[in-house]
């Protein structure tokens, strides 16, 4: 359904997008993950025909970004990171709005709009204005703002930026019902935890470059599916701490990282016990222990030295 | 071109501001409250001693009835005031103050007029005119009728009085001696001897009777440009909340949006100029004179005008802040030169052109011959004309500015 090949966009010398290629599937929910300033909203910018590429092309429904902006436009639909509604309009006359810009008239319409009040529960604030809206349903109806037409691609730009985790959590469900329901989703996101809930696959982003792409479990496989126990003792105990451990069942690997031993074993909380037995018999204290299981950001660490926050 | 998304956009834009009370104040009433006020201020223009119609000066050393009758005509004017003075004169102060237009004319009364114009005996009055001024070239004309006026009367009382001392009436006229006649047409009782003085400048001409002629649609005008350019704020808020990023990615194209933006200035300010001039013509009784058509060319024209600049201005403002302070800047600046605060007829020749060059000046000037002159759409085809430009030109720098945006 999308096809991304190379994609450059630059501002100045800057390379905002520099050379991402990925496809997203129909009726896929493909999530861009990657910090601030990653270049998912260019990305986004570009595929919705905002922003002209400066390199690459990308396609969508067959229709090329920059050849075909109108076919393009007939197929998507987008939600700014933004709220971008009339705050001083009620929610109906907001999707009446946008379902006439998109051509929608008369009864279907009106249909249409009570419809979707309804499906991001905003049936009861219907003629309320936007500006009393708490953020949560601020969100909501920006989304509903962008499904008015019934669109083939929804791009969702960062929609959960800015509300309460019981508000994320009923947008995320939201999210979840339309891609279940066939919607193609491009996802745009720097929590991982949402990435890793909604999207079928995902891609990583850094500095404009797709460090990764996959699913969940591919990505994941890629610094390998063992637990990691980090154990801090004085460096002179290293080697001892080192042969021990070598000898526990389930551990792969011992090695030092950044001042600490990380034990790499298929299951973390096994050799808890061992652990705890050598330390007592040395007379050691336990400083500091952390089991880290394989995830999105251990991965993203892995990939750019990083976290996604920083 | 779709004409939904155009009107969806239009709608849109009314309802907002409709539903906005105060917006409401400064599109609705506050014009009224200040053309209220204003006309109050500057009163009746058309009354006695208004200061703006120019003065023609009488002196007279015997001033008596046959004088008063004989300027009774002149009286009441709309083009001068009339001021008799006992005291003299030089003839060349006299001309002096019509030369330096302290006066557009002055007559010179002697002391035998009384008697002339009864028929005992003959004057000559002496009448200063400057030929360049409608007013002047008005007197001078009143002023020969009146003397044929006069020196008929006396050559009748003459004819008709009866030299054997009987009663007036039908035997007298049968009595109508020709010799007699001849005498009094070839050497009239009272003469008008004119002198005419060469001004180089142009008669301010003044054509409004009335303050409310002029501050009604001066301020109509003010306000429709300050309101349509308050608009581009909304233009700014779009950008910034990324309404007009979602209204590029919808199914319409871009002309339609850039022509959206635009109807919506051009209808806000069609809509509030033909209710504020409703409210002028009941309230404040101002007769718009016989042309609709250039009425509503003139205004059609310079909301176009006022919604050209409203889209240019929300293109090159960064914030909503800098459109407001920008929109009210460029309102008052072309309000104080294009004459929307004071009659363009009052500032200097040259003020006077530039303000004829501005959008302001423009369309006040066409009202101002539409309800003053009774002109219509051939007297003043040049000033929408260049209405028509400045239409042109700001909606062609709009679009193009409008264009860049949304592909940006």
Redesign the interface.
């Known amino acids: 359904m999308i096809i991304v090949e190379n994609l450059v966009k630059r501002y100045g010398s800057h390379r905002a997008v520099d050379g991402i290629t990925f496809e997203v599937a129909k009726g896929e929910l493909f999530g861009l993950l990657g910090p601030n300033g990653a270049g998912k909203t260019t990305t986004i910018g570009v595929l919705?025909?905002?922003?002209?590429a400066d390199g690459g092309r990308a396609s969508i429904g067959g229709h090329d970004v920059a050849g075909d902006p109108?076919g393009v436009?007939?197929l998507?639909g987008?939600v700014?990171?933004?709220?971008?509604?009339?705050?001083?309009?009620n929610a109906r006359?907001n999707l009446l709005?946008?379902g006439?810009?998109?051509?929608l008239?008369g009864k279907a319409l009106g249909t249409r709009v009570e419809r979707l009040l309804e499906l991001v529960a905003l049936g009861e604030h219907a003629r309320q204005k936007v500006e009393t809206f708490s953020g949560g349903m601020k969100r909501r109806l920006n989304l509903a703002?962008?499904l008015i037409?019934n669109p083939e691609v929804l791009f969702l730009d960062e929609p959960t930026v800015g509300i309460d985790a019981q508000a994320r959590t009923k947008l995320l469900a939201l999210i979840g019902d339309l891609a279940a329901d066939g919607l193609t989703i491009i996802y745009t996101t720097h929590y991982l935890e949402e990435a890793e809930q909604l999207c079928h696959r995902i891609g990583v982003i850094d500095q404009g470059r797709m460090v990764a792409v996959g699913d969940k479990e591919d990505l994941i496989s890629q610094i390998g599916d063992e637990d990691r126990v980090r154990v801090q003792v004085p460096s002179e105990r290293h080697r001892a701490l080192t042969s021990a451990a070598e000898t526990w069942p389930g551990v792969d690997s011992v090695s030092e990282r950044r001042g600490k031993l990380e034990i790499r074993v298929a299951d973390g909380g096994a050799v808890l016990p061992p652990l705890q037995a050598w330390l007592a018999a040395e007379g050691l204290d336990l400083a500091q222990l952390e089991v880290i299981r394989p995830n999105l950001e251990t991965l993203y660490l892995n990939l750019t030295g990083r976290g996604l926050r920083e | 071109m779709n004409g939904s998304v155009i009107l969806a956009m239009v709608a849109l834009r009314l309802r907002r501001i409709f539903r906005d009370r105060s917006a409401l104040i400064w599109f609705f009433v506050m014009p009224m409250v200040f053309s209220f006020l204003m006309g109050q201020l500057l009163g009746d223009w058309g009354g006695s001693g208004q200061p703006s119609r120019p003065r023609f000066l009488v002196y007279a050393d015997e001033p008596g009835p046959e004088l008063e009758r004989f300027l009774a005509p002149l009286r009441d004017h709309e083009r001068f005031v009339v001021e008799v003075r006992d005291t003299t004169v030089s003839a060349a102060a006299l001309a002096e103050a019509v030369e330096d237009s302290r006066i557009t004319a002055g007559l010179l009364v002697p002391s035998g007029f009384e008697a002339a114009a009864a028929g005992d005996d003959t004057a000559s009055l002496r009448l200063y005119f400057d030929s360049d001024r409608l007013s002047s070239q008005t007197i001078r004309t009143l002023l020969e009728e009146a003397l044929l006026r006069a020196n008929t009367a006396a050559a009748a009382r003459s004819l008709v009085a009866d030299p054997a001392g009987g009663e007036p009436g039908r035997g007298a006229a049968q009595g109508f001696d020709q010799v007699v006649f001849d005498r009094l047409w070839e050497e009239p009782r009272v003469r008008l001897a004119v002198e005419t003085l060469g001004r180089k400048q142009e008669e301010p001409e003044f054509a409004l009777t009335n303050s409310y002629q002029h501050v009604g649609p001066s301020y109509t005008l003010f306000f429709v440009m300050m309101g349509v350019l308050a608009l581009a704020q909304d233009l700014v808020a779009e950008r910034r909340q990324r309404t007009l990023a979602r209204l590029v990615t919808s199914r319409a194209g871009p002309a339609d949006l850039v022509l959206g933006f635009l109807a919506g200035g051009f209808v806000m300010g069609l809509v509030q100029s033909v209710i504020l001039l409703v409210l002028n013509s009941l309230l404040f009784r101002i007769d718009y004179g016989d042309s609709p058509l250039t009425l509503g060319l003139a205004m059609m024209l310079f909301a176009g005008v006022c919604a050209g600049a409203s889209v240019l201005l929300g293109t090159v403002a960064r914030t909503e802040a800098q459109a407001s302070g920008l929109g009210v800047a460029t309102t008052l600046v072309l309000a104080a030169m294009g004459g929307l605060w004071w009659p363009l007829e009052i500032v200097p020749p040259f003020m006077q052109t530039l303000g004829k060059l501005l959008p302001t000046g423009q369309a006040i000037t066409v009202f101002h011959d539409l309800i003053g002159r009774g002109w219509g759409l051939a007297e003043n085809l040049p000033l929408l004309v260049g209405l028509a430009v400045w239409c042109v030109v700001l909606t062609v720098m709009a679009t193009w500015r409008l264009r860049r945006v949304m592909a940006s």
């Open positions: 919705s025909t905002l922003l002209p109108g436009r007939r998507i987008v700014p990171q933004e709220i971008a509604l009339y705050q001083d309009l006359d709005f946008w006439r810009i998109h051509g008239g703002a962008g037409h």
